[in-house]
């Protein structure tokens, strides 16, 4: 069960707030229907309720708001415009990803596969999927925790009649099985079909809260659609001659030249206005929506009383037989149902009648609504459905004590995997761009080798890893660095975690993950670089290039540690910066920038000291380094000593404070 209540937008400037005090319930075991024209603030009401967008207000999903379930992707479903994903994941692939984040076993992927009829397709790349086909993966996704809850913004926008039906059979199954659903549309039809409540906002405001067979008798009736350039004197016409043959009509003043006639035919219609010389320019049968926007004009009513009474008609009301008094003879504009304020008094001013709750249209004025009526309808008696009731503070003009503020809704980060690691190796090999930047490092680097190897004047180590001086790092630590910003930034582009975020949480274990993922990557490459040089070297001039240096350890450490901090520098950039571009570029950074700042610091004295802290540490602690200890430490300290290494080690430190500061300033928050 839904329960919302004083859903609020944050004003824009000079404009009012997207949605104003919205409050509903979505029943469990039943479908609601979130109706609106476009721009009416249904998205913007289910991103408040999700905690997407700031606002104010609160929203219980089972007795709970959405920041107090330990575990959301379990309990609501949520499908918020396109499925966000890498268009070169699989559809399986993109589902066994989201089975590690939401904590659920893989075998969960290929069983909502077949429940939404994906089976033949999930070897297919998102890039490649049809509208419907994506509706369909997104509600897979949606259904992958199994939640009791589905949270559907327009899921069936954009799809045939056909993919519709299908959809919302879904939909309605789900509800069956004692969920809850609750989506939003622009479609009236669809709400009536497809939902078994209704509620319907205009320009932000709750304007009707209905049953659906209410909703359906009370907005969806058949109507006769008129367009004339005289309409204020054909819907007077036409009451006249309703009032006449005692027949019930209703007239509807839709826009500046639009009449929606209820009631009627076409023939009827056509005729009345050929007998008097009045100009249609369309005249069509339709299936009315009597909902918001179906109102008169400011200024319009006054006019067509005027045209009412001149034509003889008086004040007597057109009867509406088993629905609603018209005053002013039926003119139109008078009577507006589902949500609409009413010209005259005749009908429930400024309020709409529905089967469950009745609420004023405009709740800052709610004493004005009768002022606009003429005097003769001000004077005439209130006739009025069974259905539609003022309230106290309604029916007197007085106006309602305003409610205490609903409390803020603060946007809070996304949900961390619940299997980071096992998240990070299937985000990490779902996809060919991994594998592709392996080869092109592997490729380039073989023929710099070979290059260089040419030129002559380069150190056997510069040439194994295939590092000119004129470079400021070699293919590899490049190589690595973007493959560790394209950790988060791959992300930030198709988030994963939470729909419509656009961010991506800031979990240590998060964090943990893709640092080892990295730089097992990392490790990877850095071999196979000197492993694919040292062979090519080997093929083209033979053995003597490819000999083992002597102090291949201290090499060996130095240039490992060089491609792993590599990728940590591109992976925490992309993290803090949350950016690609950014993580790559502060991997280029630290040579270009940073090391001449570092050889400054530890140029001269600084090599000296750095090889002689074995010999130091064992004098202070006065303890003897087992298993050649003292051998490592020197390995180690000389990456240090070396200026891209210390580089490296100087901007990796900040990096990482910089990303637990945002870390523990968002947890604060």
């Given at each position: ?35 609106g ?5 249904k998205?913007?009401?289910l ?29 609501v479903?949520v ?10 994941r ?34 297919e790349?998102l890039g ?35 993919e ?5 059979g ?24 497809a ?37 204020a ?50 005249l ?59 010209d ?50 309604i ?42 930047t ?8 073989a ?7 040419r030129?002559?004047?380069?150190p ?18 490049l190589?690595?660095?973007l493959l560790g910003?394209l ?29 080892v ?6 490790l ?30 201290s ?10 901090a ?12 949350r ?91």
């Amino acid at each position: 069960m839904i329960q919302a209540f004083g859903l609020t937008s944050n004003s824009r400037k000079d404009l009012p707030p997207a949605v104003d005090d919205v409050s509903f319930e979505a029943r469990a075991g039943r479908v609601t229907a979130l109706l609106g024209t476009s721009g009416a603030g249904k998205t913007t009401a289910l991103r408040l309720m999700l905690e997407l967008q700031q606002g104010r207000g609160l929203t219980y999903f089972k007795g709970r708001p959405l920041h107090r379930i330990a575990h959301p992707s379990r309990e609501v479903g949520v499908l918020m415009g396109e499925v966000p994903g890498h268009p070169a994941r699989t559809v399986r692939g993109h589902l066994r990803m989201l089975c590690a984040a939401a904590g659920v076993p893989v075998r969960r992927a290929d069983e909502v596969l077949e429940v939404v009829g994906l089976v033949s397709l999930r070897d297919e790349r998102l890039g490649t999927l049809s509208r419907g086909m994506d509706r369909r993966l997104g509600l897979a996704c949606a259904l992958l925790p199994d939640p009791h809850t589905l949270v559907l913004d327009a899921p069936a926008d954009g799809l045939s009649a056909r993919e519709s039906r299908w959809l919302h059979g879904m939909l309605r199954a789900h509800a069956a099985q004692g969920g809850t659903v609750l989506f939003t549309t622009a479609e009236p039809k669809e709400a009536a079909r497809a939902a078994d409540h209704v509620i319907t906002l205009e320009q932000g405001r709750l304007v009707a809260d209905q049953a659906a067979a209410e909703f359906a008798r009370t907005r969806l009736r058949p109507r006769v659609a008129v367009r004339t350039p005289h309409a204020a004197r054909l819907a007077a016409l036409l009451g006249k001659e309703a009032r006449t043959a005692h027949r019930s009509v209703e007239v509807v003043r839709e826009g500046g030249n639009r009449l929606s006639v209820y009631g009627s035919t076409c023939a009827d219609v056509g005729e009345t206005a050929f007998r008097h010389g009045v100009l249609v320019h369309q005249l069509a049968d339709e299936v009315g929506d009597m909902g918001p926007g179906a109102g008169p004009f400011p200024g319009e009513s006054t006019e067509a009383a005027q045209d009412a009474r001149a034509g003889g008609t008086g004040a007597d009301p057109v009867e509406l037989v088993g629905k609603e008094v018209v005053g002013e003879a039926g003119v139109a504009g008078v009577a507006v149902r589902g949500g609409q304020a009413h010209d005259t008094p005749a009908s429930s001013s400024g309020s709409c009648a529905h089967g469950e709750r009745v609420m004023p249209a405009d709740r800052t004025v709610p004493g004005d609504q009768a002022a606009h009526g003429s005097p003769d309808a001000r004077s005439g008696p209130a006739v009025g459905s069974g259905d539609t009731a003022l309230g106290p503070a309604i029916a007197s003009g007085a106006p309602a004590p305003l409610p205490p503020l609903p409390p803020p809704i603060s946007v809070r980060s996304a949900p961390g995997p619940l299997r980071p690691l096992r998240y990070e190796l299937r985000r990490a090999a779902g996809i060919g761009t991994g594998f592709l930047t392996a080869a092109a490092v592997l490729v380039t680097s073989a023929l710099t080798a070979v290059l260089l190897a040419r030129v002559g004047h380069t150190p056997q180590a510069r040439l194994l890893a295939a590092w000119p001086r004129e470079l400021p790092l070699p293919p590899a630590a490049l190589g690595a660095g973007l493959l560790g910003a394209l950790a988060f930034g791959d992300e930030f582009r198709h988030p994963a975690l939470a729909a419509d975020r656009g961010t991506v949480p800031r979990r240590l274990g998060l964090l943990t993950a893709k640092l080892v993922v990295s730089t097992a990557i990392a490790l990877a490459l850095a071999f196979l670089t000197v492993g694919c040089d040292a062979e090519v070297l080997y093929l083209v001039y033979g053995r003597e290039l490819t000999e083992v240096p002597a102090d291949w350890f201290s090499l060996s450490a130095s240039w490992f540690g060089l491609v792993v901090a590599c990728a940590w520098a591109g992976v925490l950039a992309a993290g803090v910066f949350r950016s690609t571009t950014a993580g790559l570029a502060a991997v280029v950074a630290v040579p270009v920038l940073v090391v001449p700042l570092a050889q400054r610091a530890l140029e001269g004295e600084s090599v000296r000291a750095a090889a002689g802290l074995p010999a130091r540490l064992r004098e202070v602690f006065l303890l003897q380094w087992p298993f050649g200890g003292e051998r490592y430490l020197v390995g180690a300290a000389r990456v240090i000593a070396q200026p891209v290494g210390g580089a490296l080690a100087l901007s990796l430190t900040a990096l990482l404070c910089a990303y637990l500061l945002t870390t523990l300033r968002s947890r604060v928050r």
